[in-house]
């Protein structure tokens, strides 16, 4: 079994920073890319960062560029999000996702083409 798991959130003040982990245990399985979510209260999981797990290719939403930074470190089988400039709006719960296969172009965001997802970490960004 496969398991993902989320550490690093908060509570952070508006223009602060938080650096979140995401960590793989459990049986192993080849990746194509990691990628993190997040869902605020009453709104639909949306896409926030992706990376390539072998040539670390990186793809971002448009609200987080040039704020946020996704990295990994594929020894240790973890994803980390870096998160500088921080704002309320990004408050949320954030998920890391493992993706098996390769996707069709350009649906690197959607949900359907993630296989395991962690349980969430919860990051609070006050104003």
């Known amino acids: 079994q496969v398991q993902l798991v989320e550490s690093g959130g908060g509570l952070v003040q508006a223009g602060g920073s938080l650096r979140l982990s995401c960590a793989t245990s459990?049986?192993?399985?080849?990746?194509?890319?990691m990628a993190w979510f997040r869902q605020a209260p009453g709104k639909e999981r949306e896409f926030v960062a992706r990376?390539?797990?072998?040539?670390?290719?990186?793809y971002y939403t448009d609200s987080v560029k040039g704020r946020f930074t996704i990295s990994k470190d594929n020894a240790e089988n973890t994803v980390y999000l870096q998160m500088n400039s921080l704002k309320p709006e990004d408050t949320a719960v954030y998920y890391c996702a493992a993706q098996k296969v390769v996707s069709d172009s350009g649906t690197y965001s959607k949900r359907y083409n993630y296989d395991y997802w962690g349980q969430g970490t919860q990051v609070t960004v006050s104003s």
């Open positions: 459990g049986r192993s399985f080849s990746r194509v890319a």
């Open positions: 990376i390539t797990w072998s040539g670390g290719r990186t």
